[in-house]
């Protein structure tokens, strides 16, 4: 049980363009989802925490008309990274938890922005 | 505020040997305390957890963690590696009831033959 997935898995985009990454949790309802960005060779870094039907809550120095969050139902939470730039390359990872204190997390998504 | 800290950004073990990954915590009230394994280009895996009760928790893959309060320590453990079991391991803790994880750097554990 508890699984996530996350789709696409690997994206390559344009500057300039935006780009939708799904998160969903498939056995599971996901009160709260989180969005993870991570740098190679690195740690995860929490940019926003969604809870279904309320808006984003976003960690200091991320920009959230960049990166838009939504949370439409207890197993979807999407982002968009609009105008996408280069240094937006990353892998970025969700996670979902059914609020028992344990998250669970997607597979992740490459970006890789031209 | 809580924070995690793993000792040691690289480990080699040999396979068969047995497997010590440091985590230390800092929490100002019970922390619920995390294990996760991630793969090359993959997300993460819960290995196990410690929320209450019994303060020596076994998880997936033989791998067993220990709470110590009076060290604020849970430390990782596999008595016998494999091959397997190269990846990158991640303590994290989070506290009260809020779900917000803070994670450690990271440990990147290679297992040689």
């Known amino acids: 049980g508890a699984v996530v997935s996350q789709h696409p898995s690997r994206v390559i985009c344009k500057s300039g363009t935006s780009v939708k990454i799904e998160c969903r949790s498939l056995?599971?309802?996901?009160?709260?989802m989180f969005w993870y960005r991570q740098f190679p060779k690195q740690s995860l870094m929490l940019m926003a925490t969604?809870?279904?039907?309320?808006?984003?809550?976003?960690e200091q120095g991320v920009e959230k008309d960049k990166f838009l969050i939504n949370h439409a139902s207890l197993t979807l939470s999407t982002l968009t990274v609009t105008s996408a730039h280069p240094e937006d390359s990353s892998f970025y990872i969700c996670s979902a938890s059914g609020g028992a204190g344990t998250q669970y997390f997607g597979p992740g998504t490459r970006l890789t922005v031209l | 505020a809580q924070s995690v800290t793993q000792l040691g950004s690289h480990v080699s073990v040999s396979e068969g040997a047995l497997v010590l990954l440091r985590c230390n915590y800092s929490s100002s009230v019970p922390p619920y305390l995390f294990w996760y394994v991630q793969y090359p280009n993959q997300g993460l895996q819960l290995l196990l957890k410690?929320?209450?009760?019994?303060?020596l928790v076994k998880g997936i893959n033989g791998f067993e963690a220990e709470f110590k309060k009076s060290e604020t320590s849970f430390h990782l453990t596999k008595p016998s590696a494999h091959m397997s079991d190269a990846a990158e391991y991640f303590c994290a803790v989070s506290v009260g009831g809020g779900n917000k994880l803070t994670f450690g750097t990271g440990t990147q554990l290679k297992v040689e033959l």
């Open positions: 056995d599971f309802q996901a009160t709260t």
């Open positions: 410690y929320t209450t009760g019994a303060t």
């Open positions: 969604s809870n279904e039907g309320s808006k984003a809550t976003y």
